[in-house]
């Protein structure tokens, strides 16, 4: 099956950290690995917004604003998953964090993925 799947998500006081996981089938991986993976986050009653894009191939990154210097994009290719390593953590990264692969390079628009996984929720008290 040709689909991310998200992991890592969970609750975490201002200031701390996450790392969540998006995880590559064998069969995703043959498929993706010319693709760009990217993370995207929807809170509430909010659009589903962008928060950060790699290239598998060449690990070109590209991040959001809000999250430049706070969150890390990274690819492990022994592993097949993509990271997104979150420090600094704001109430405002509260959101269902979803995994998204594009065929297009470094995109920032939903409408420009073609794969996403179910999402996992990540929570920033105050």
């Known amino acids: 099956q040709v689909q991310p799947v998200e992991s890592g998500g969970g609750l975490v006081q201002a200031g701390g950290s996450l790392r969540l996981s998006c995880a590559a089938s064998?069969?995703?991986?043959?498929?993706?690995?010319?693709?760009?993976m990217g993370w995207f986050r929807q809170a509430p009653g909010q659009e589903r917004e962008f928060v950060a894009a790699i290239s598998w191939r060449a690990g070109r990154t590209y991040y959001a604003d809000s999250v430049k210097g706070r969150f890390t994009i990274s690819i492990d290719n022994a592993k097949n998953t993509v990271y997104l390593q979150m420090n600094s953590l704001k109430p405002e990264d509260t959101a269902v964090y979803y995994c998204?692969?594009?065929?297009?390079?470094?995109?920032?628009?939903?409408?420009?993925?073609?794969?996403w996984g179910q999402g996992t929720q990540v929570t920033v008290s105050s």
């Open positions: 998204a692969a594009s065929s297009w390079y470094l995109r920032t628009s939903t409408q420009d993925y073609q794969y």
């Open positions: 064998a069969a995703s991986v043959r498929t993706f690995s010319s693709y760009t």
